[in-house]
T-cell receptor
Framework: SQQGEEDPQALSIQEGENATMNCSYKTSINNLQWYRQNSGRGLVHLILIRSNEREKHSGRLRVTLDTSKKSSSLLITASRAADTASYFCATDGTGTASKLTFGTGTRLQVTL | DADVTQTPRNRITKTGKRIMLECSQTKGHDRMYWYRQDPGLGLRLIYYSFDVKDINKGEISDGYSVSRQAQAKFSLSLESAIPNQTALYFC??????????????FGPGTRLTVL
């Protein structure tokens, strides 16, 4: 079963707005990662946050992690039409031999 | 050239047929994974391998088998395909020694349809 559940399942915004996606997970983790998938294509790694980190930035991406609530959020600022994709969180659980468990994803649509 | 390649990219087959999906990588990574993706279910792990000859079952291994005969190649087989194995299949690699802890690199996917 999925470790991560993402919210919302789908999000539609206009170009220039910020997009926030949330991920909840169930067990202890070593790190949490976010991936992007353009329609029908392979996933691309965006950012990784370790369990002892609370916030991380990469360009227009900001990720937060709250291990007490077992949740993470991905913020994309000043969104562009090219950001249209599905976004997945993935957890590297402790004691799981470095396997990732993926969430169900958020479909982001950015319109002009 | 792509670092992780998958063949074929698309395949339509019939129930009961044996199918092999191939994955090759030029990243020099020891760890390789096979996932399937179904609409609304995210990615689920089928099998994974941390080295040549090392094979481990994932979350949904029933009906599948794999072979890791070389570091660069990891093959997934469906011995007798059934319609509910219709899905998008992804191969991925990782190497924690690079410092990016278990960041995975994905192939472009194989779209398999079982009629």
């Amino acid at each position: 079963s999925q470790q991560g559940e993402e919210d919302p399942q789908a999000l539609s915004i206009q170009e220039g707005e910020n997009a926030t996606m949330n991920c909840s997970y169930k067990t202890s983790i070593n790190n949490l990662q976010w991936y992007r998938q353009n329609s029908g294509r392979g996933l691309v790694h965006l950012i990784l946050i370790r369990s002892n980190e609370r916030e991380k930035h990469s360009g227009r991406l900001r990720v937060t992690l709250d291990t007490s609530k077992k949740s993470s959020s991905l913020l994309i600022t000043a969104s562009r039409a090219a950001d249209t994709a599905s976004y997945f969180c993935a957890t590297d659980g402790t004691g799981t031999a470095s396997k990732l468990t993926f969430g169900t994803g958020t479909r982001l649509q950015v319109t002009l | 050239d792509a670092d992780v390649t998958q063949t074929p990219r698309n395949r339509i087959t019939k129930t009961g047929k044996r199918i092999m999906l191939e994955c090759s990588q030029t990243k020099g990574h020891d760890r390789m994974y096979w996932y399937r993706q179904d609409p609304g279910l995210g990615l689920r792990l089928i099998y994974y391998s941390f080295d040549v000859k090392d094979i481990n079952k994932g979350e949904i291994s029933d009906g599948y088998s794999v072979s890791r005969q070389a570091q660069a190649k990891f093959s997934l087989s469906l011995e007798s395909a059934i319609p509910n194995q219709t899905a998008l299949y992804f191969c991925a690699t990782s190497d924690p020694r690079t410092g990016a802890v278990n960041e995975q690199f994905f192939g472009p996917g194989t779209r398999l349809t079982v009629l």
